[in-house]
Structures are given as C-alpha cells and as structure tokens.
C-alpha cells in the first residue's frame, strides 16, 4: 500500500530530511519525526539483526554458563573487553535493550498517529470519481446499447464487497479497509509479545536440579542447583510442593547403527503439591513435563551416580552414598569428585571417570564402549589435605580444590590411581576389585553400584501466555497486512451519439496487487450483462 | 518392503531425480540458446530493411523455444516426482516410520522439494519460463552438494524430536524456506536486471566464438525477463506468502515445541538467535518496499541477506556451532 502510506506517512517522512532546527521545541519535534520515521524504523530494524549476531557467536552466560566460563579461560587478553561489552549476555545488555527500547518507541510513535488516522479513514466513503479515469493504472472501455443507469445498477451489484457510492453518471466503490487494521493489530502485538516477555522474566524463575533415583527435592530456593529468578520474583511465592524421583528408565538401542541411540526417558515422581497433602504419582518424559499449581517440572537430562563407601585406616565410614558424575558427551563417560572432609588424619578427595561399561586397549586406556550401565568402571586420582571447605568460599560440588592438597604417590613416584569395579572386570591381568586400600594408611575405597540421577527443570512463567497469544495476534494481523488488498474502481458510464460509453478504472493502494485480473473480471460482467439486455 | 530396502529405494530416487533435474537444465539453457536468434537486442532499423527473413527466423526459433522450454518442465516434473518418492520413502525408512527431516541431509533433501514443487505450481500462474534455468540448476546443486557433503544414514528420531510440534514446526519452516528461495530468486535477478539496464547504453565489444555465444544467450535471457516492476511484484508475493508461515514456524510452534522439550520458549540458543535473525530482515525487507529511497534494489538487497541468514541458520549455524546448539542433529 505504497499510496497509502505516502498519503498518511510520507509527509512525516519528507520533513524527515530537514536539518535539525536548533529551538527546543522546535528541535524536539523534529527529533520525535527522526526517530518515527519509516527510515529510522528500518534502520532500528537492521541494528537488531546485527545485534543479534553476537549472542550465537560467543557462549552466553544465561545459555550455558560453563561454556562461558570455558571460554573466558580460554582467552584471557579478550575476556575482559567482550565482559565490558556485553557479550556474554548479549540479550541483557545496556546496548541491546537501547536498540529494541528505541524501536518500541518509535513503534507506538508510529501507531499512535496511524490508529488516529485509521480510526476517520475507516469511516470514509469511497473517493469521488476522478475527471480523467483514463488516467489512472487499469483503464478499460467499452460501448454498449443498455442504459448507463442500468450499467451503473449492474455495477453496483457485481462490486459485492466494495464500499459502494453512486454519483451522477458513475460509481465510486472501494474496499480493503481492514488491511490498515491488520496492520495495526500486527504492530501492536509486537509491543504486547514484548510486554509479555518482560513480565515474564521480572515476576518468573527459573530453577535446575539434579536429584538421584531415591531422592527427594523440595520447592525453596536453597535446594537448588542453579537458580534463575527474576528480577520482581518473590522466593516466598515459590509453589511448596516436594517430590520423590522413585525411579529413571531409559531404553538404549543395543544393536545396529542406532546402538547406544538412548530413547524413552522418563522418571517416576511421587509428589506433594502442599505440605500434608495426598501423595501422588506421576511419570514425566521428555516432552511431557508434570505441572504442580502452575510450575513445570521438565526432565532434560540424566546420568550416573556411582554408590561410594569411604573408609578410615580403622575401618569407621567417613563417606557413603551415591555420587553425581556428569556426563562429558553421549557415550556417557562422566565425570565427578568426591570430598571427604570427615576423612582422618587428613581430608581426601577424590576426582575422575565413570565409564558406564568400559572397554580397555593399551593405546587408549580406558573408553566407554556403550552408553548403558553393564560394566562400569571408576577410574579417580586421590588427593589428601585441605579441601578448602571452611574458607567461606562457596565450593562447586562438581570441582575440586586442589590448591591446599597433595595427589597421592606410589612407591615409584608416579600418581597413585584408584580403579574400581563391581568385580568382573580384568584387562591387564589384575582383576579390577569393588575395593581399593589407599597407600599410607588413608583408608578404603569401596565402589558399592550405580544410581541413576535425573537433572530436572523448574520453572515458572506467570504470563507464558502472554507473549503467545501476542504472537498469534500478530500472524492474524500480518495475514490480514499482507492478503487484504485495498482498491479503488471508479465505473462512469454516459450516453454519447445514441450508444451508452462506458469506462472501468482502478487504483490497487496495496503493495504486491495485480488488479488487471479484477477489472478485466469486472469488464467482463458488464458487457455481458450489457449485451444481453442489447439482444433483449 | 523393508526399512533398509526403503532407505536404499530413497537413495536411488534421488540419483534419478538428480538425472532429471539435469536433463531439464540442459533442456533450458538450450532453450536459452535457440532464442539466440530473436531479434530483441537488434538495433533499430535493421529490422525494417530485411523485414520477410527475419521474421521467418523468429518463427522457427520461438517453435523450437518452445519445445525446449516444454521438455525441460517435463523433465522437471518426472524429477519432482522422483524428488517426492526420495523424500517419503526417505520416511519410511526409518524404524518406527517418522517425518523425513530427522538431521541436515533430510532437511536440505525436502526443502529443494518444496522449491521445485512451489515452482511447477506457480509456473502457469506467473509464466515462470524465465525462472526454469535458475531453479533447475540450484536444486541440482543443492541436491548434489547435499548427498555428497550432508549424506547420513537413517536413524531414530532423539527423544526430544518427537513431538507433533516439531512435524508442524519443521513443515512451516521447510515450506517457507522452499518459498523464500524462489524469491530469492527473483530478488536477485531483478537485481542482476536492474544493472544490466544500466549498462546496456554502454558500448561493448563484441565478442567471437563460444564466449560470444553464451554472453549472446545471457543478453537474450536478461532481455526476456519480465520488466523490473514485475519481478518485483512477484518477488513481494512470494516472501508475502513465505514470512508469515516464517514467523509461524519460527516464533509460535518452535517455542510451543521448545517449551515442551526444554521447558523454555526461548532461550536465545544459536538457532533461535538466527531464526529471528532471519525474521527481522524479512520484516525489514516488508519495511524497505513501503519506504521512499529503499524500494526496488534496496529491498532487493535486503531480501537477498535475508536469504543468506536462513540459509547459513540451517547449514552454518550446524557446521560452527553445533555443539553449542541444542538444535544441532550432529
Ligand atoms: C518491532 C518492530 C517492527 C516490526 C517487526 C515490523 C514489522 C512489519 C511488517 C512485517 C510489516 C509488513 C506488513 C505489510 O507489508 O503490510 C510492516 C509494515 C509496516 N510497518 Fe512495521 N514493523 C516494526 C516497526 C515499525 C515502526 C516503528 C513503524 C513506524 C515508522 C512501522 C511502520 C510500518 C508501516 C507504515 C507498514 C506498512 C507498510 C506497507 O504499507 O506495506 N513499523 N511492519
């Protein structure tokens, strides 16, 4: 709708070019049209694209923050500037937000006046008949016997749809008014999506957490692994459910090319949505989350936690109970610590790889040969001294702290290695036991078997549906943009030397339109009826 | 017939596809090269001295035109229903039966589908004889870099794919990939037109032999495009049908299906970031044929980048960053 805009826009845009006036009133108006402008629009347009470049590029802290970190390690002369400028968390950045603030104001700066303007345009009737229709982009002619008032009636008719005037010797019509409206339903909707998506992430959260096959979670912040919550969030609102993970199954395929392929994840939950209420159970699998009072519970990942015993020297346990290993990639060779502050005389720990079923060759050592359980294998380095747990430091569970510990030695000198399994591996000759004695009078290791861990996603979107039902009203209204074609078509009909003239032309005000088609279409319907009434 | 036999019946469909969609390009650059003899770019005056001759040549030269130009739809029909049986039977291949678009290969396999489908439907419509050699020849070479760089043997479905969103979400995107890239199409040669047109007062030598020939068959095509204000026009009507079924795929079921799998709408992951990357210029693309001084070649322009963000989001973005990227079908 070329015309169209140029009729309601295009003076806003011509004044656009003018050098700035340098009064205040006079220069803030003049901002105000720079910054409605459909240039400026498309200018803000592009600065968003390109500003998004950025957020695929490096790792961003609220996508994968490991990742993140890897990367800041990774390059120490760079990290330092890309933090200063946002980069790795692009879509929360001072620069980023400016781009889409500025365009949502330019956004209502533009729907304002458009709707205002809409609002008297919806109500016009259709223009008067233009002096020259010869002029205009579809022009057609012919003569006829019948009478011009019975064409103009005819007219009338056929141009179902068009807002219809009768003038003297023509008709007037037009249609398309609801493409302006869609237009503007689209452009509103953006803004609604957006005031969604800010709601969204200033009342909700988002929460992670890894709980082992047998373990329980319940619903307050400290128990956590990753929390996410927003900046309006109330942690006293959070939801006071708690559940059980009683059981994790996931099928792997053991033959073809599909072999250690894992499907079929889910999890059984036995869950209380409020303290002291009924228990009840419930399965989630990918793709199927169990919603409690409107938090979701999502199940994203899984993984092994090996069930270690730690001994002292005198036989007393320090240590007991399954371990989470995080798995490195999809054959599930993992990786974990263990920490043992309670160990005597000096602290332990642990740090190495789970393989789920290991295989074993002189050039590899030890690799996982299928994703699956069957015949797994610890492999852990083993520290003594200070875990570094009383500092006041908080600590990741998944990382040690070696700085105030030794690694255990052999005689030989060469890193003391535990490996362990349930008892039926053997490659080199020296069966693998379930227990390992630690050099120096340290104590015993025992690897008793494998849980399963889920890793579970909590979140809550008190307006999820906000931003959605925004972007389905911007499809409804982009539909109507971009299908609804506006046109005008002018019929002029007059008696001249005893034969009836008549004349068809039309304006298409859309931007894609094609109106040969409908004024041949229209033509044709005249004629025709004119032509009958000739021969009657 | 079993899944292997139909994985193997995929393959060799393609094969024969690949076969066709030659054929029909060669067909169309001959038909390119018969209308050589049409008297477009004559200057004026010499038809008037050697009038009866010359039309006789035309005649003959547009019968022949034609019969090329009818072959090569021919042909590219037959390779469309080829491209088709590779594509289902691509399906049905797979262990339990699934949609066809599972990794890279698959996807690439069933958007040039949809390209040469949306071409042969529209070809009537919009007289596309201009578009045929343009078509034939990408599809053959997407086609053939798919199969030689992308191919991967039929596997299951992940977990988090199975899901209806995804097979409404990935139809949506496939269809408007497959539409964007026809106007694509015609935003480049629209472009490619607009420069010849301002060229084409300068004096240029004339050259002898095969180069000659084929810089004669160039003028000839460009001169028989449809004016710039139709290509344009039918540009416009192509991304008009592409970007909503666009924002569709890309901002309601992916993040319905995001939601599900991950329990996130959006997340910014590169995938999502290109998808809206790709949305964006699109809208600019709407923006800039609405706006004095950026339409025609601007808009042009930016369709084309517009083009280039969808495709490197769907090769790219698996390639650079796949492992950074949940949507990676590594
Ligand atoms: C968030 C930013 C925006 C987005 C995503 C966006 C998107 C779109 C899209 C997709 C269209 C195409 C619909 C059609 O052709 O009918 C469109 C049209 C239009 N937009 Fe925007 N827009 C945005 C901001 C703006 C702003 C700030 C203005 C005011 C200057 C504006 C003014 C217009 C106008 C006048 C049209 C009609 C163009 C025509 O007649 O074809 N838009 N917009």
């Given amino acids: ?536 | 017939m079993s899944h292997e036999q139909f994985e193997l019946l995929s393959n060799q469909a393609v094969v024969g596809c690949a076969v066709f969609y030659f054929a029909a390009l060669l067909a169309h650059v001959a038909e390119w090269a018969a209308a050589r003899t049409v008297p477009v770019a004559v200057p004026v005056g010499v038809g008037a001295s050697g009038g009866g001759d010359d039309t006789e040549v035309v005649e003959e030269s547009t019968a022949k035109r034609d019969r090329f130009a009818r072959l090569g739809v021919i042909a590219t029909v037959v390779a469309a229903g080829l491209h088709l049986l590779a594509v289902v039977t691509r399906g049905l291949a797979a262990d339990p039966i699934r949609v066809p678009w599972g990794n890279m290969y698959e996807f690439t396999l069933t958007a040039t589908c949809v390209v040469t489908i949306g071409y042969l439907l529209l070809y009537r419509k919009y007289s596309l004889t201009w578009l045929s050699p343009i078509v034939t020849g990408f599809v053959l070479v997407i086609l053939m870099a798919d199969a030689l760089l992308l191919y991967d043997p039929v596997v299951r479905l992940p977990d988090a794919l199975e899901s209806p969103w995804l097979v409404i979400h990935v139809i949506a995107a496939i269809i408007a990939t497959g539409a964007f890239t026809i106007g694509g199409m015609a935003s480049a040669l629209y472009l490619v037109k607009a420069r010849w047109l301002d060229r084409s007062g300068e004096e240029r030598p004339q050259r002898a032999g095969f180069r000659g020939a084929v810089a004669a068959m160039f003028r000839n095509y460009l001169a028989r495009l449809p004016e710039l204000t139709q290509l344009d026009r039918f540009a416009y009507r192509v991304h008009a049908f592409a970007f909503p079924i666009w924002t569709f795929a890309a901002l309601i079921a992916g993040p319905i299906w995001a939601q599900a799998a991950w329990g996130r709408y959006w997340g910014w992951d590169p995938k999502e970031v290109w998808a809206f990357i790709t949305w964006v210029v699109y809208a600019a693309y709407l923006h800039a044929r609405a706006t004095a001084g950026w339409k025609g070649r601007a808009a042009a322009i930016i369709a084309i980048i517009g083009l280039a963000t969808l495709w490197f989001n769907f090769v790219g973005i698996n390639f650079f960053f796949g492992a950074n990227s949940q949507h990676s079908y590594a």
């Fill in chain 1, 1 to 536: 709708m070329s015309e169209g805009t140029d009729t309601t826009y295009g003076e806003d845009r011509n004044r656009a070019h003018e050098v700035a006036p340098l009064a205040p009133r006079e220069f803030g108006r003049w901002a105000w049209r720079q910054l409605t402008s459909m240039r400026t629009a498309l200018i803000l347009l592009f600065l968003l694209a390109l500003g998004a470049v950025p957020g695929s590029v490096v790792p961003q802290e609220s996508v994968d923050s490991l990742a993140a970190a890897r990367w800041r390690d990774q390059h120490e002369t760079l990290a330092p500037i890309y933090e200063k400028l946002g980069l790795f968390s692009v879509y929360d950045s001072p620069w980023f937000s400016a781009i889409y603030i500025l365009l949502m104001i330019s956004l209502v700066g533009c729907i304002l006046p458009r709707t205002k303007i809409y609002l008297t345009a919806m109500r016009a009737r259709p223009p008067k008949t233009p002096r020259n229709l010869a002029r205009l982009p579809e022009y057609r002619t012919f003569t006829t016997e019948a009478d011009p008032e019975a064409v103009l009636d005819r007219a009338r008719q056929v141009l179902s749809g068009y807002r219809v005037d009768r003038h003297e010797g023509s008709v007037a019509a037009e249609r398309g008014y609801l493409r302006e409206a869609g237009n503007l339903l689209f452009h509103v909707s953006v803004v609604i999506v957006l005031i969604g998506f800010a709601v969204g992430s200033l009342f909700g959260f988002r929460g992670g957490v890894i709980v082992v096959t047998g373990g329980t979670f319940a619903n307050t912040v400290s128990q956590y692994d990753e929390f996410d919550p927003g900046t309006l969030f109330d942690a006293g609102g959070l939801t006071p459910f708690s559940f059980s993970v009683t059981d994790f199954d996931v099928t792997f395929a053991t033959e073809g090319r599909e072999a250690g392929m894992a499907s079929d994840f889910s999890a059984a939950l036995d869950y209380v949505a409020t303290p002291g209420g009924e228990t009840r159970s419930a399965r989630i699998e990918v793709n199927h989350p169990l919603t409690i009072d409107g938090t979701k519970v999502f199940l994203i990942g899984h993984g092994y936690a090996p069930d270690i015993t730690v001994r002292d020297a005198d036989g007393e346990v320090v240590f007991s109970g399954p371990v989470v290993f995080l798995p490195e990639d999809t054959t599930f060779r993992s990786l974990g610590v263990i920490k043992v502050p309670d160990a005597s005389p000096q602290q332990l720990g642990f740090r190495g790889e789970f393989y789920p079923t290991a295989g074993f060759s002189m050039e590899t050592g030890p690799v996982t040969v299928f994703p699956e359980a069957k015949q797994p294998l610890l492999s852990l380095q083993v520290f003594v001294g200070d875990l570094g747990l009383d500092d006041g430091v908080p600590q990741s569970v998944y990382a040690l702290d070696t700085d105030e510990m030794e690694p255990v030695k052999r005689a030989d000198g060469r890193d003391f290695r535990v490996d362990l399994s349930l008892g039926e591996l053997n490659f080199t000759g020296d069966p693998i036991t379930d227990t390992v004695t630690l050099p120096d009078g340290l104590g015993s290791i025992t690897f008793n078997g494998v849980e399963k861990f889920v890793k579970l996603q909590v979140s809550r979107d008190p307006v999820d549906w906000l931003a959605l039902t925004g972007v389905s009203l911007a499809l409804l209204g982009l539909l109507g943009s971009l299908f609804i074609r506006p046109r005008r078509v002018w019929v002029a009909a007059r008696r001249e030397q005893g034969r009836t003239v008549v004349e068809v032309a039309g304006l298409d005000r859309s931007s894609g339109g094609d109106l040969a088609d409908e004024i041949e279409g229209l033509v044709a319907q005249l004629e025709d009826r004119a032509h009958m009434e000739d021969g009657r």
